[in-house]
């Protein structure tokens, strides 16, 4: 079973529906005894990073856990950034620091590029390094929506990229841990392939 973590920010319905497009038991829980027992935990977001910390507070120790167990984990979009130690959206603010590295604002300079802010729409992937959510997605487009970009200290995490006026990491991997900035779920066929593939590593 896979349990979509409840913490108030989210479009839950639609990340549960992809994982049902693809076959997959899913739940969505705000309890965190079942999230304990859970196979696979999966932590979407929309948002500002501050306030999902503030929401996360309660759910910060089952998920770290989980990780630390190499139970199969899956963050989407601000369930990425979250991930990491800080952001510069919300400074001072800590994240879940499974991943060491920051959040970073897209640089003002972007708009005189004609590049508007958020990142907003279809963008291609770069593939990077090796990662079991892509086993058969190569440099497909897939959907975005966000005006942060996570910056990890080591670049070996990093899956994919895309090209949006600087390098943005698009997914990060490492062990059973994954995570992406795009929505898989609104990203059509290939975006559902990454969901199966996640299925399958339980």
């Known amino acids: 079973m896979i349990t979509i973590i409840d913490y108030g920010s989210g479009n839950l319905k639609s990340i549960k529906n992809g994982f049902l497009k693809v076959g997959a038991e899913v739940s969505i829980s705000s309890n965190v005894d079942e999230m304990r027992d859970a196979e696979a935990l999966v932590l979407p977001g929309v948002g500002a ?59 003002d300079s972007m708009k005189a590029q004609g590049l508007k802010i958020p990142h907003m729409g279809w963008n291609k992937l770069q593939m990077e390094n090796p990662c079991p959510l892509f086993e058969g997605v190569g440099p497909e487009y897939m959907y975005f929506v966000h005006s942060y970009y996570v910056n990890p200290s080591d670049r070996n995490i990093i899956a994919a990229t895309v090209d949006y006026g600087v390098e943005v990491p698009a997914a990060v991997c490492r062990g059973n841990t994954f995570a992406t900035q795009f929505h898989p779920e609104k990203s059509g066929e290939p975006g559902l392939k990454i969901l199966k593939n996640f299925v399958e590593l339980i």
């Open 49 to 107: 990073f501050g306030n999902a910390m503030t929401q996360l507070k309660e759910y910060r120790e089952v998920i770290n856990k989980h990780v630390e167990d190499e139970k199969p984990f899956l963050g989407v979009c601000l369930g990425l950034q979250v991930l990491f130690g800080e952001s510069q959206e919300s400074p001072g603010v800590e994240g879940l620091g499974v991943f060491e590295g920051d959040v970073l604002h897209f640089p």
